[in-house]
């Protein structure tokens, strides 16, 4: 167990000094962030979960944990090294393991025959990436999710928050100090006020 700890510590900061902008951070979330993020999820009514950005399975692990055994968990990964360390290290049969991109996720869950999701758990580091990449992601996630659902976005600052306040009507905001780096999250729901 250690062993594979280890691996894939080094996994992940390897592929971070390759391409720093597609981790947002060298090490994985720690628990405290996983707590803080999952806070939210009413367990008992999930049934479609959809993860972007998994790295190496830390927040992927614990939903499964958590998860009704009746639900299903699609991460959507763009990094092949993690999708081959993901379908080689996890055994559940709920688990999707889905080699593309954030702003497809609508036609992933089609393909899987999947109905909309009830919560979609963010890691990719939005904040460094363009305006207009930001709100792709924002406005497919706010399409993708059912009608109480919940897109949970953690980041490493807040440069997203005005692209997820102008897609979502509601958004609160927490922060999980004891996270190396430090780390902010955001609870997003429901459909924009007009102005």
């Known amino acids: ?16 000094l390759r391409d720093p902008y597609m981790l947002g951070s060298i090490v994985p979330s720690s628990r405290f962030l996983v707590n803080a993020v999952l806070a939210s999820v009413e367990w008992s009514r999930a049934r479609v ?14 939903i499964l944990q958590r998860m009704r055994s009746d639900a299903t968990l699609i991460v959507v990964e763009t990094n092949l090294d993690f999708v081959k360390l993901l379908r080689g ?9 889905a080699h593309d991109s954030a702003e497809n996720v609508q036609e992933i869950l089609e393909s899987r025959g ?14 460094s990436m ?6 792709v992601i924002a406005i497919a996630s706010k399409d993708a999710l059912g009608e ?9 600052t807040s440069r997203v928050l005005p692209v997820l306040r102008e897609t979502f ?18 609870v997003c729901s429901g459909e924009p006020v007009v102005r």
């Open 1 to 16: 167990m250690r062993d594979s700890r280890a691996s894939e510590a080094l996994l992940f900061a390897g592929n971070f």
């Open 49 to 62: 979960i959809v993860e972007y950005g998994p790295g190496v399975g830390t927040f992927t692990a614990e």
């Open 89 to 97: 290290a996890i055994s559940d049969s709920r688990l999707v393991v």
């Open 114 to 127: 999947a109905p909309r999701a009830d919560y979609i758990v963010s890691g990719v580091p939005l904040g």
């Open 130 to 135: 363009p305006r207009w990449m930001q709100s």
């Open 148 to 156: 109480r659902g919940e897109f949970l976005v953690y980041q490493f």
């Open 169 to 186: 009507q509601s958004v609160r905001r927490g922060f999980e100090l004891r996270n190396f780096p430090p780390a902010q999250f955001f």
